[in-house]
């Protein structure tokens, strides 16, 4: 693996004054109220915007509460900062859940990163030495308990050409799965087998897992749980199977149980920025296909993993649609797939 990319950010010289968090808060698709936190880093007349999309908003409202308390002033290369901040507790409580520590991390880095291009001048096009393209997306779904097609139907009707990733639950029967893939925009099934302890387990179930895969023969099934039950039904569809929750680096890409044709790169999964760039070359270098995925994203995070899916992977099956499609009712007037190219000038930021 060669480093390429991050060689190319980490001398970037970074000027840190102070910073400061804003919150943010929307009722989603999902029956939850989603609470993020914006991240402004400020230095040299400009300012560089992250996100933490950590989903407690116990945790969320932690870190507001606690303010801008983190030693980050001073003179720093991109390099330096992320070696800085590896050595802080950014947690004023424990964090609840494991995998928002890589969250929060995210959402320093890519601050980090927007505040140092826009010193430098540059947008991270021009720094990374890659051509943004326009991005295709899916809308990431659930049908609710029980499950209806009305979510979808509602969504389709209005904009016919959307394309959709959905998660199956054990209340979907046969007559279900046949009427989604009659739709023909079914385009991944998202098992989530992988997850414990939050809103969204869902246990490993033979049944479901060989309904889905036989249902929607041309659909990648995301997080599969695999045992000795599961894996009967699993196994003719394997190529089409690809990860996601427990990708958090390369070493969990080479750790795979099976080399995959496709894995989800969620920039926020993988933390820091070194992380993610090795990530990106390791499956460029060994021909495996990549999408991005979101976290419900209500600020600028939207928005940088859609112009990271226009580097690294602009024809994938990407989570990563405008956040109004998550609206519990989306509003008329949503952009279509693919998404135009809209990189700012300089800086991480798109649209």
């Not at 609840?96 to 291009?117: F, G, K």
């Not at 889905?212 to 039904?233: K, L, M, N, Q, Y």
Request: with cysteine; aromatic share 8%.
């Amino acid at each position: 693996m060669s480093g390429a990319l991050w060689e190319r950010l980490s001398a970037l010289p970074l000027e840190i004054e102070d910073y400061a968090l804003e919150r943010l808060e929307r009722d989603v698709s999902s029956d939850f109220t989603r609470v993020s936190t914006v991240l402004r880093l400020s230095g040299d007349g400009h300012e560089g915007l992250g996100e933490d999309v950590s989903y407690d908003a116990e945790d969320q409202q932690a870190l507001q509460d606690a303010g801008p308390v983190q030693p980050l002033a001073g003179a720093w290369t991109l390099g330096s900062f992320s070696e800085h901040l590896a050595g802080l507790d950014l947690w004023p409580e424990p964090a609840r859940h494991d995998a928002s520590v890589l969250y929060r991390v995210w959402a320093y880095e890519s601050a980090a990163l927007d505040l140092a291009l826009r010193q430098a001048g540059l947008p991270l096009h021009e720094a990374l030495g890659r051509e943004p393209r326009p991005v295709r997306f899916v809308v990431s779904l659930r049908l609710g308990e029980p499950a209806t097609m009305a979510p979808l139907r509602d969504r389709l009707d209005r904009y016919p050409s959307l394309r959709f990733k959905l998660d199956p639950t054990a209340s979907w029967d046969d007559a279900l799965v046949a009427e989604l893939a009659a739709t023909g925009a079914v385009e991944s099934v998202d098992l989530k087998g992988l997850y414990s302890g939050s809103v969204v387990d869902n246990p490993p179930d033979p049944v479901l897992y060989r309904r889905v895969a036989e249902g929607f023969p041309d659909a990648w099934i995301e997080d599969p749980r695999i045992t000795d039950e599961t894996w009967p039904a699993l196994e003719p569809h394997q190529d089409r199977i690809t990860w996601d929750a427990n990708i958090h680096g390369v070493d969990d890409i080479t750790g795979l149980p099976f080399p995959p044709r496709m894995v989800n790169i969620k920039p926020s999964r993988l933390g820091g920025l070194r992380s993610l760039l090795a990530a990106y070359e390791h499956c460029e270098e060994h021909g495996i296909g990549m999408y991005g995925g979101g976290q419900f994203e209500l600020g600028v995070g939207r928005g940088q993993i859609q112009h990271l899916a226009s580097l690294f992977h602009p024809e994938g099956p990407n989570d990563v649609a405008p956040g109004g499609y998550n609206d519990v009712q989306p509003p008329d007037g949503l952009p279509a797939s693919p998404l135009p190219v809209a990189v700012h000038a300089t800086g991480f930021r798109w649209g």
